[in-house]
T-cell receptor, first 112, second 112 residues
Framework: GEDVEQSLFLSVREGDSSVINCTYT??????LYWYKQEPGAGLQLLTY?????DMKQDQRLTVLLNKKDKHLSLRIADTQTGDSAIYFC????????????FGTGTLLAVQP | NAGVTQTPKFRILKIGQSMTLQCTQD?????MYWYRQDPGMGLKLIYY???????DKGEVPNGYNVSRSTTEDFPLRLELAAPSQTSVYFC???????????FGPGTRLTVL
């Protein structure tokens, strides 16, 4: 079955690092994504990683992929109050149609 | 480019009413998607389209219909609104199946 799991809530202090975790089910997924959703807003693509990579870094964001365990993580360095949002991981499912399966989202609360 | 636009932003319907949620993209993307996001949940795929004239069901298609007469537009139709359709609806598009999905700002629908 298709199931992407995330922890529901993470609280960090401003300036600390945040690590948001995700487990996925489809080992044939070619891409895995991280989206950010601020209150009342749509989804903003943060970053993605191709399945043949272990790590991808993009400024303050680091994505780690463990294909053996089907585990994906997003690390945000020097977390700011503006990073407070819900973060969704998503995997591509269904080959020809590029359907995305989303996790339930992790609410990141950054304390000043 | 405006990207993916959705109208309306908000709507309240009575049970049994019908409405059409509009989605337009100006990026000449072939693939378009409709998702719904229930409170505290991730996104579920309602319908998708791989090109003009071609549509198919996603995970939760019951109570909805779509059409794709042009590349740009992908309207979602609710024929007999029910309280269970209270949700935030997101439209997305992508150029091809290996590309990332770009989301519209969402339509918040309440059915009373």
């Amino acid at each position: 079955g298709e199931d992407v799991e995330q922890s529901l809530f993470l609280s960090v202090r401003e300036g600390d690092s945040s690590v948001i975790n995700c487990t996925y089910t489809d080992s044939s997924s070619t891409y895995l994504y991280w989206y950010k959703q601020e209150p009342g807003a749509g989804l903003q693509l943060l970053t993605y990683i191709f399945s043949n990579m272990d790590m991808k870094q993009d400024q303050r964001l680091t994505v780690l992929l463990n294909k053996k365990d089907k585990h994906l993580s997003l690390r945000i360095a020097d977390t700011q109050t503006g990073d407070s949002a819900i973060y969704f991981c998503a995997e591509v499912y269904g080959g020809a149609t590029n359907k995305l399966i989303f996790g339930t989202g992790t609410l990141l609360a950054v304390q000043p | 480019n405006a990207g993916v636009t959705q109208t309306p932003k908000f709507r309240i319907l009575k049970i049994g009413q019908s409405m059409t949620l509009q989605c337009t993209q100006d990026m000449n993307h072939n693939y378009m998607y409709w998702y719904r996001q229930d409170p505290g949940m991730g996104l579920k795929l309602i319908y998708y389209s791989v090109g003009a004239g071609i549509t198919d069901k996603g995970e939760v298609p019951n109570g909805y219909n779509v059409s794709r007469s042009t590349t740009e537009d992908f309207p979602l139709r609710l024929e007999l609104a029910a309280p269970s359709q209270t949700s935030v609806y997101f439209c997305a598009s992508t150029r091809d199946r290996e590309d990332t999905q770009y989301f519209g700002p969402g339509t918040r629908l309440t059915v009373l």
